[in-house]
């Protein structure tokens, strides 16, 4: 009881303290308290939007500025709740489980639990709203996307169109690359580095060799995750029988382990790389010399600040459009929301308005940023609205380019979009409520043990056998089972 | 205290009534409290037998018996992080309360007050650091590369990778963070021990040690008790920061680290499925609960006045 007690008198602090704060962003003047009282005009609807950023010394300042022309636009205002990054999953679960009234919710599949918060009905579908206020940010994106965040046939969240494609490549420092002489041409598998990381090792034996991100290692191997990352189920790209297999009994993953293994034992991996979470500060620190993960059109910009130094990067693989990535950051309409017709007049403008798009992702200008160029801009430094997050907002391809950002950056990345292969699995929710119990425990088998084993920091010939075992006992085979029947019986209505 | 029936006649029921009032007064906050954070919620035990939904609410959510109880106990692993919470809470309790008479002890023995108060404030410390902070101080001590220990002994061990280790490592933490406090309580009650008790022994010509074991320790049965009795009732809670953020969620250690409450945070992060979790929360309320009323009952078998009720 204590316990539970405990954690029901954090909640309701949070939810305390999260009113003060709110309560605080509120009192710029134009917010009236009970705004959305019914039978009242437009013009006093404030719009709650929960957003995930960094609190900002001129967020109101920012907010009073958006209000003008939103209300000029579209007749209300909006009241900007921005939650620290850090607390935004463990507070939006309190209010969307507390039922808070609010309009908007920036959420995604790692953040506040997209699929989770919908199937459970804490957003509003989305399909008429779309089609009568939302028309243009509907249309700018193609219709394959948008099937990424449909159950059932309706669509529930305003997806922030940016780059939907993965592609994942090598990072390396441009020091590096002339110091070992790195053909960076020449790389078009992992495998390809490895001679490199030898001499690499050789020569600077403290040295992380080498750091991969093993976050979303199917794509890479050729298997496209069904439902929650690393649960197992996963069809095998190209595959158009749509067999869902378990990704941990094929022969590509056991290589990948073996080159992970191979590599751990050789030294270039971190030893502790199973419980590492320094990786940023090495790699600030010069102390990594390559870095394998995603990559992106203008990305090397991006990883230059990142890396503390100039950095090249080389994509080893075909784009491809994941479910992950297309439900990877949007914002949906809370089920609380008392004017949802408004809420998506609001994103409409928001994914349309480059000057309302802007003003949210980089301040005043003049006061948070310069610009330099027609559509480039400099930000002002340590001004009072950095929140650093475009990918929240809305449709990025409207953001204005910065510093050595090129011209046809968002030109590139939507060709990347468009040209990459789109996953078939897109469109397709898995309901996981048949098979929970087995969900959960298999959850807890796949944290014991994927981390470990794919880092290369155990033996894979003890603990891979080990890792099937359980999860076999656990039920995997009647998730891999239960995918198969509803990816079937979607195939079967989609025909 | 001793209660007296209250007599409306009598002109001492009158001082009485008047004094309870005072009392009933004085406690009604810490009451109001009790009422809306421990008696309120009991309620949302319902949530253990629904299938929630935001849009359904409460009352639309349909019930489902016991179905959120069975992942928990359809699991391999039910009995592997029952046993570990277990054990280690025992672990914890005997290591606590002996560790803290026999502190207190020493610290009675200490003359000088400046000393005592340095030694309390110093083992207290501990206690108000966060899980968070602790697992810092733990992991500079345990880091492969750069860790205290590894450089003390010369070896490159990768504690965070090795089982063997860890059934020692949090039970010395634990203690470490939490023994300051017990001894404070424990010394608070040995200084509250009537003078006379010494003076007898003294007249009687007992040793230091015999006042120890034959005045001092019986005395503090009570509170020892008392607080023994408090701890098993969580003795069915793992404390989430020490299991989980201590052993830096490590997946290699689970089969030693994993305790309840780390488990199911971890079957359900991927669900967010609030009548799994409430399941799992009254099973631990409810174990708790007969834990603590057994425990009690032995208590008042072999000392009648040391037992909570």
């Not at chain 1, 794509?219 to 069904?226: A, F, K, S």
């Not at chain 1, 990594?288 to 995603?294: K, L, P, S, Y």
């Not at chain 2, 606590?96 to 400046?114: C, D, P, W, Y």
């Amino acid at each position: 009881m204590k316990k539970r007690t405990k954690r029901l008198v954090a909640g309701a602090l949070t939810a305390v303290s999260i009113m003060g704060l709110l309560g605080g962003c509120g009192t710029g003047g134009n917010s009236s308290e009970g705004g959305s009282g019914s039978g009242s005009s437009d013009e006093d609807i404030v719009l709650k939007w929960y957003i995930r950023f960094d609190d900002q010394e001129d967020t109101q300042k920012v907010e009073d500025a958006l209000n003008e022309i939103v209300k000029e636009k579209i007749g209300c205002t909006v009241d900007l709740m921005n939650i620290p990054r850090a607390t935004y999953n463990d507070k939006m679960s309190v209010i969307i489980g507390g039922r808070e009234e609010c309009d908007i919710i920036f959420t995604g599949s790692g953040y506040a639990d997209f699929w989770g918060n919908a199937t459970k009905g804490a957003f509003l579908p989305l399909n008429d709203l779309l089609e009568e206020y939302g028309k243009e940010t509907y249309d700018a994106i193609p219709e394959d996307i948008w099937k990424g965040v449909m159950i059932d046939g309706e669509i529930y969240g305003v997806i922030n169109y940016q780059i939907e494609a993965k592609t994942n490549g090598f990072t390396i420092p441009e020091a590096i690359i002339e110091e070992f002489n790195i053909d960076v041409d020449s790389l078009t598998s992992l495998e390809d580095i490895e001679p490199y990381l030898a001499e690499i090792h050789e020569k600077y034996p403290d040295m992380v060799a080498i750091t991969v991100n093993h976050m979303d290692t199917m794509p890479m191997i050729g298997y496209d995750e069904i439902g929650t990352m690393n649960s197992p189920g996963a069809v095998m790209i190209g595959d158009d029988s749509l067999t869902v297999v378990n990704q941990y009994e094929t022969q590509e993953w056991r290589d990948y382990v073996d080159l992970m293994r191979k590599w751990y034992e050789a030294g270039y991996i971190q030893t502790d790389i199973a419980t590492a979470t320094n990786a940023s500060e090495l790699q600030m620190a010069g102390k990594i010399a390559v870095g394998f993960g995603n990559v992106k059109p203008g990305g090397e910009e991006q990883e230059s600040i990142a890396w503390g130094r100039p950095v090249v990067q080389k994509q080893i693989t075909e784009g491809r459009v994941l479910p992950s990535m297309v439900s990877a950051t949007m914002n949906c309409i809370s089920s609380t929301s008392q004017h949802p017709e408004k809420a998506m007049e609001l994103l409409n403008l928001v994914n349309t308005d480059p000057e309302v798009y802007n003003l949210l992702c980089y301040g005043i200008e003049g006061e948070h940023y310069n610009k330099t160029g027609d559509n480039r801009i400099e930000l002002v430094e340590n001004s009072g609205y950095q929140p650093n997050v475009d990918w929240a907002f809305g449709n990025q391809f409207n953001a204005y380019l910065k510093g050595d950002q090129p011209d046809d950056v968002w030109e590139q990345t939507i060709a990347l979009n468009e040209s990459s292969e789109v996953s078939p699995l897109l469109g397709f929710a898995f309901d996981q409520e048949p098979v929970q119990n087995q969900i959960a425990q298999c959850q807890s088998i796949v944290d014991q043990y994927q981390k470990s084993i794919v880092t290369g920091s155990v033996d894979p010939d003890q603990y891979i056998p080990e890792f099937l075992d359980k999860l076999e006992q656990a039920g995997a085979d009647d998730i891999i089972a239960e995918k198969q029947k509803q990816l079937d019986e979607w195939k079967a209505s989609n025909e | 205290m001793k209660y007296v029936k209250p007599n409306k006649k009598s002109h001492r029921a009158r001082v009485d009534r008047k004094k309870t009032r005072t009392l009933t007064l004085l406690t009604l906050p810490a009451l109001i409290l009790l009422l809306l954070f421990n008696y309120l919620p009991i309620f949302g035990l319902a949530y253990a037998f629904k299938d929630y939904r935001y849009d359904k609410g409460f009352w639309g959510s349909d019930w489902v018996g016991f179905e959120n109880f069975e992942f928990f106990f359809q699991s391999s692993d039910a009995f592997t992080v029952t046993r570990n919470t277990i054990l280690y809470n025992v672990i914890f309790i005997a290591s606590t309360l002996i560790g803290a008479v026999i502190f207190a002890v020493i610290l009675n023995e200490i003359t000088s007050r400046k000393a005592v108060k340095f030694y309390q404030n110093v083992m207290f410390f501990p206690y108000f650091l966060s899980y968070a902070v602790v697992a810092f101080i733990v992991y500079a001590f345990l880091n492969v590369d750069y860790g205290v220990l590894n450089s003390l002994l010369g070896e490159k061990v990768n504690w965070y990778a090795e089982q063997q280790y860890w059934p020692f490592i949090i039970p010395l933490v634990n203690f470490w963070k939490n023994v300051g406090y017990n001894t404070i309580v424990i010394y608070a009650s040995l200084i509250g021990i009537d003078s006379s008790y010494y003076e007898a022994a003294a007249v009687d010509g007992a040793t230091r040690f015999q006042v120890i074991r034959h005045v001092m320790l019986p005395l503090l049965r009570p509170m020892v008790i008392m607080l023994g009795l408090i701890m098993v009732g969580k003795i069915f809670y793992g404390d989430f920061g020490l299991f989980y953020m201590v052993p830096q969620n490590a997946g290699i250690l689970y089969p030693v680290t994993d305790v309840i409450d780390t488990y199911v945070y971890r079957c359900l992060r991927a669900l967010g499925d609030v009548g799994m979790s409430t399941a799992v929360g009254l099973y631990q309320s409810v174990v708790g609960f007969i834990l603590v009323v057994i425990a009690n009952k032995i208590t008042k078998k072999y000392s009648e006045e040391s037992a909570l009720f």
